[in-house]
């Protein structure tokens, strides 16, 4: 959640004053600055299978979701953050150091996320636009992608490819008849009928005369 506050550093750092993220070069630059060109070095690689283009991005993706399930299946780490997630007060009578767990996990979190950015900028971007993480709404749309999958790290990379597929057409077909704001709705009405759908099969509707 904290996404506007390091859109709001970068901002500054590319529009507001002359640090090594901002692209000084040609006339264009100095009056209407933009982010520095990322390196060769920089790009993330990428393969084409029979006219697809699989990212490395993408692959990095499937191998955190495999890394993260063995970390939160098979290891103490992930059983006392499964304990803590469920009850904070059962993981403090047991022994557990919630507060380190928690932190731990806030870090974790941040690392791929830091990864998911680098995937973004390496692989299609190039270029560091602080207005990517605020226009996009990454973070919003993480939390739908998290809601959806109930928190399964494959059915992340899945829920996360189908929804990036509904942005990605969003953008390509934005006009007079399809509005910007109209992808977001649409994520949300899943979301809200996915919840809807759990509600149902948790609870028994029953009504009392």
């Given at each position: 959640?904290?996404?506007?506050?390091?859109?709001?550093?970068?901002?500054?750092?590319?529009?507001?004053?002359?640090?090594?993220?901002?692209?000084?070069?040609g006339?264009?630059?100095?009056?209407?600055?933009?982010?520095?060109?990322l390196?060769?070095?920089?790009?993330?690689?990428?393969?084409?299978?029979?006219?697809?283009v699989?990212?490395?991005?993408?692959?990095?993706?499937?191998?955190?979701?495999?890394a993260?399930?063995?970390?939160?299946?098979?290891?103490r780490?992930?059983?006392?953050?499964?304990?803590?997630?469920?009850?904070?007060?059962?993981?403090?009578?047991?022994?557990?150091?919630?507060?380190?767990?928690?932190i731990?996990?806030?870090?974790?979190?941040?690392?791929?996320?830091?990864?998911?950015?680098?995937?973004?900028?390496?692989?299609f971007?190039?270029?560091?636009?602080?207005?990517?993480?605020?226009?996009?709404?990454?973070?919003?749309?993480?939390?739908?992608?998290?809601?959806?999958?109930?928190?399964?790290?494959?059915?992340?990379?899945?829920i996360a490819?189908?929804l990036?597929?509904?942005?990605?057409?969003?953008?390509?077909?934005?006009?007079a008849?399809?509005?910007?704001?109209l992808?977001g709705?649409?994520?949300g009405l899943?979301?809200?009928?996915?919840?809807?759908?759990?509600l149902?099969?948790?609870?028994?509707?029953?009504?009392?005369?």
């Amino acid at each position: 959640m904290l996404s506007y506050v390091v859109a709001l550093v970068l901002d500054y750092l590319i529009f507001d004053s002359h640090s090594y993220l901002r692209d000084t070069t040609g006339f264009e630059a100095s009056v209407f600055p933009q982010g520095k060109i990322l390196p060769d070095e920089a790009t993330w690689s990428s393969w084409g299978i029979h006219g697809l283009v699989l990212p490395l991005g993408f692959l990095v993706a499937v191998g955190l979701a495999v890394a993260v399930w063995g970390l939160y299946a098979r290891t103490r780490f992930g059983f006392e953050v499964r304990v803590i997630r469920d009850s904070a007060r059962a993981g403090r009578y047991a022994g557990m150091p919630t507060r380190r767990k928690i932190i731990a996990v806030m870090c974790l979190s941040g690392a791929i996320a830091g990864l998911g950015g680098a995937s973004q900028d390496g692989d299609f971007r190039h270029q560091i636009d602080p207005r990517g993480l605020t226009q996009a709404n990454y973070g919003y749309t993480g939390i739908v992608v998290a809601a959806l999958a109930r928190y399964n790290p494959f059915a992340v990379v899945l829920i996360a490819f189908l929804l990036g597929g509904l942005q990605n057409a969003g953008f390509t077909l934005q006009g007079a008849d399809f509005p910007n704001g109209l992808v977001g709705v649409l994520q949300g009405l899943i979301l809200f009928c996915a919840l809807g759908g759990e509600l149902f099969v948790r609870y028994r509707v029953r009504l009392a005369w």
